[in-house]
C-alpha cells in the first residue's frame, strides 16, 4: 500500500513554455501532498505543501507564480512549471502523507532547453 | 529552521560488513522516518520511529529513535550489493496550521563493494 505515481516520469520543453507535472496516490487518500525540487547530489527541498481544496503554502524563495500548484482532489495533486527557463531544470519529487509518514512519487526530470 | 547533520557523507564498504549511520540535530522532531533513494527514483521509505527510545527493525534493517528526540541511528546488517544507494533521514515537525513537514539530512551514499 502506499504508493504515489507521478507523471511524465521525464519532460523536455523549449524555455517560456509551462510544463504541468502530476501526483497522485494510487491506494490512499491524502489531504496533504508535497513538491520537492532535488539538484545533483543533493538532499530534498521543499517547496510547497498542498492541502486539499485551499492553496498551497509555499516554502521562502518559491516563487508561487512560477510554480503553480493544485490539489483538487484526494488523491491528484499538480505542479504546473510556468515560463520554463534552463535554470528550472531539475528533479522534481512529489509525497503524500499517509498517517503519520509521506510516501514519495518516483520524481519527474524536468529538462529545459 | 530545522537542520539535521546526517553523518557520514559516503561509505564503502565489503559485501557482508555491517553499516551505521546516523542524524542529530539541535531541534526536538516527533518522528524520524528512514528513507533510500536509487538514481533518478523517488525516495522509499525503510523505517518510521514514533516515540523517543524506539527500536524498530525491518528485515536486515534496524533504526532507533533517540531518547532525546534529537537524533537517530540507522543499521544495516551483512550487506548486500544492493544496499547500494543513498539513504537519507528526516525529522518531522509541526509546522503549524495543522500541517507537518520533513527535514532531510545530507544524505548517506552507500557503496558495497562485492
Known amino acids: 500500500g502506499a504508493v504515489v505515481s507521478q507523471h511524465p516520469s521525464r519532460v523536455i520543453c523549449k524555455s517560456g513554455t509551462s510544463v504541468k507535472i502530476e501526483c497522485r496516490s494510487l491506494?490512499?487518500?491524502?489531504?496533504?501532498m508535497f513538491w520537492y525540487r532535488q539538484f545533483p547530489k543533493q538532499s530534498l527541498m521543499l517547496m510547497a505543501t498542498?492541502?486539499?481544496?485551499?492553496?498551497?503554502?509555499?516554502e521562502q524563495g518559491v516563487e508561487k507564480d512560477k510554480f503553480l500548484i493544485n490539489h483538487a482532489s484526494l488523491t491528484l495533486s499538480t505542479l504546473t512549471v510556468t515560463s520554463a527557463h534552463p535554470e528550472d531544470s531539475s528533479f522534481y519529487i512529489c509525497?503524500?502523507?499517509?498517517?503519520?509518514?509521506?510516501?514519495f512519487g518516483p520524481g519527474t526530470r524536468l529538462t529545459v532547453t | 529552521g530545522q537542520q539535521l547533520n546526517q553523518s557520514p557523507q559516503s561509505m564503502f564498504i565489503q559485501e557482508g560488513e555491517d553499516v551505521s549511520m546516523n542524524c542529530t540535530s539541535s531541534?526536538?522532531?516527533?518522528?524520524w522516518l528512514w528513507y533510500k533513494q536509487d538514481p533518478g527514483e523517488g525516495p522509499v521509505l525503510l523505517i518510521a520511529?514514533?516515540?523517543?527510545?524506539e527500536l524498530t527493525s525491518n528485515g536486515r534493517l534496524t533504526a532507533q529513535f533517540g531518547i532525546t528526540r534529537k537524533d537517530s541511528f540507522l543499521n544495516i546488517s551483512a550487506s548486500i550489493p544492493s544496499d547500494v544507494g543513498i539513504y537519507f533521514c528526516?525529522?518531522?515537525?509541526?509546522?503549524?496550521?495543522?500541517?507537518?513537514?520533513?527535514?532531510f539530512g545530507k544524505g548517506t551514499k552507500l557503496s558495497v563493494i562485492p
Open positions: 491506494d490512499f487518500q491524502a489531504t496533504t
Open positions: 520511529l514514533y516515540k523517543a527510545g
Open positions: 528526516a525529522g518531522q515537525h509541526y509546522s503549524g496550521a495543522g500541517s507537518y513537514q520533513l527535514t
Open positions: 498542498s492541502n486539499e481544496g485551499s492553496k498551497a503554502t509555499y
Open positions: 531541534s526536538i522532531f516527533n518522528t
Open positions: 509525497s503524500a502523507k499517509a498517517h503519520y509518514e509521506q510516501y
